[in-house]
């Protein structure tokens, strides 16, 4: 004789899988802001400006376009300041280096990857061939990039193992109540 019990639908299995599921993606989400906010308070108290930091992650994501329309409009935000008679004075926008096309193309290939590295990226970034003195300056920026990169990531790794592991050490302290 067959138990009831035991006749549990491919429906009710399914439902249960995706409940799981969901609720597995939902810690990891939750994990996942919690180390989004620490990065980004990290970031704040080595001199970082946050907002500064994700406007320009939005623009990075728009593409290239972005940028020319995000410069377009803090150039209108400096002419609308001083129109409305707030002090924005010429010797305040020399703090805006600008990209000097004067610059030998090797240098900017060189700095180019090194930023490409230190962000993580890889080596298929290249925009010049490889042949070139432009690829091989691109290539060697790209190197000293990378190992920037590799070393902040192994500071970033090991400073959040030691904060899981002070959570961990906090949530294994048990409260030690009072004898009143």
């Known amino acids: 004789m067959t138990n009831p019990a035991h006749n549990i639908s491919q429906d009710q299995q399914y439902k249960a899988f995706q409940i799981n599921r969901v609720a597995t993606l939902q810690k990891e989400a939750e994990s996942a802001t919690a180390a ?3 990065a980004l308070g990290k ?11 994700k406007e320009a992650l939005k623009i990075r994501k728009k593409g290239p376009a972005e940028v020319t329309a995000a410069i377009a409009r803090f150039k ?6 001083r129109a409305i008679n707030l002090p924005v004075e010429d010797n305040q926008l020399d703090m805006f280096p600008a990209v000097s096309h004067e610059e030998p193309l090797e240098d900017r290939a060189f700095r180019m990857g090194v930023l490409t590295g230190a962000m993580g990226e890889g080596m298929d970034k290249n925009p010049h061939s490889p042949e070139t003195e432009a690829g091989q300056a ?6 000293e990039g990378s190992d920037s990169y590799r070393r902040f990531k192994q500071e970033a790794d090991e400073e959040e193992a030691e904060a899981a592991e002070v959570v961990k050490a ?11």
Do not use: P, R
């Open 76 to 81: 209108k935000l400096l002419e609308y300041l």
């Open 170 to 180: 906090d949530d294994a302290q048990t409260d030690i109540e009072d004898d009143d």
């Open 36 to 38: 989004y906010s620490s």
């Open 43 to 53: 970031m704040e108290a080595n001199g970082l400006d946050k907002q500064a930091v």
């Open 138 to 143: 691109w290539l060697n920026g790209f190197h």
